[in-house]
């Protein structure tokens, strides 16, 4: 009970005291900012399997820039990119359902990462270990910097088409008729998405960013209504996650990307049995 006894001493010094911890925090605060907001939108239009399968997706860009060279981020979000063409190109022409279109890329994706991880090297195995799993508390400032600008693009994007995903969330055809361009507006949520994801792997590895993109916004939505306040509430909902995860990583020695993403899950778990003890079993949204 040291976190009640000695509040500063659990609270407060980690990240007085220690300047890893300080990055860590800041990079798992930006990776919150990156996917809270667009994971809004990938929960509230059904998305979160897409989402799982493009986390998934860019390991072969990170593969592959890894063997030559290349920078990492710039080669998860090649991948991501390309992944959301493939969709795209395949739910045009072929008669069968979205998902299986988003199956066998996710498969071929994922397969085609292993492939090149086995043949490559066992000196990138353990680079690629730290995209896979997460390396927190390795963040450089360049890591930070480069968090901060996708983070910012997100959310700008996020602001600049609101109005745009609101409609097609609940209404295409509606959409379509007031001018908002539906299939444009969807594309651009799938390369926010894609590059959210690719703006936190750094951080809580690529594994798990997709409980980090999925589960605050869904904890949101079953205790507020409104979508920008939904918004708000996964971002505050990921930070607690972020500052409670790491200081249990800190004084526990766990892994912190694990720690953290298991506090949006414990919390998302919370949530619902308050609202099953509550009786409040339907979720409705106000815009």
Same mark, same amino acid.
């Given at each position: ?52 399968? /493009? =986390? !998934?997706?860019? &390991?072969?860009? @990170?593969?592959?820039?890894? %063997? $030559? ?5 710039? *080669?998860? #979000? ?105 299939? /444009? =507006? !969807?594309?651009? &949520?799938?390369? @926010?998405?894609?590059?959210? %994801? $690719? ?5 809580? *590895?690529? #594994? ?80």
């Amino acid at each position: 009970m040291e976190f009640l006894t000695s509040p500063f001493d659990w609270w407060i010094e980690p990240f007085v005291d220690n300047i890893f911890m300080r990055k860590a925090l800041w990079s798992g605060l930006l990776a919150v900012l990156a996917t809270s907001p667009v994971g809004t939108w990938v929960v509230l239009r059904g998305m979160s399997f897409f989402g799982e399968a /493009l =986390a !998934h997706g860019v &390991l072969p860009g @990170l593969a592959i820039a890894f %063997i $030559v060279g290349g920078d990492p981020t710039l *080669g998860a #979000l090649v991948a991501a990119l390309v992944m959301i063409s493939g969709i795209n190109l395949i739910r045009n022409h072929s008669p069968l359902p979205d998902d299986s279109s988003i199956v066998l890329l996710y498969v071929g994706f994922l397969a085609l990462a292993v492939v090149i991880m086995s043949s490559s090297s066992g000196a990138y195995s353990g680079d690629l270990s730290r995209f896979l799993f997460g390396s927190i508390t390795g963040v450089t400032d360049n890591d930070l910097l480069r968090q901060l600008i996708i983070a910012g693009i997100a959310l700008l994007g996020i602001l600049f088409f609101h109005r745009a995903f609101l409609v097609m969330t609940f209404d295409e055809v509606q959409a379509r008729l007031m001018g908002l361009r539906p299939r /444009l =507006a !969807h594309a651009a &949520l799938l390369a @926010l998405l894609a590059i959210s %994801i $690719v703006a936190s792997f750094q951080a809580v *590895g690529n #594994l798990l960013v997709f409980a980090f993109l999925v589960a605050p916004p869904s904890t949101a939505a079953m205790l507020v209504r409104r979508i920008p306040v939904i918004m708000i509430t996964a971002v505050v909902i990921g930070a607690v996650s972020v500052v409670v995860g790491l200081l249990i990583s800190y004084h526990h020695d766990t892994a912190a990307g694990a720690t953290m993403t298991l506090g949006t899950v414990v919390l998302f778990l919370f949530a619902l049995l308050i609202r099953s003890l509550s009786g409040n079993y339907s979720v409705r949204l106000a815009t």
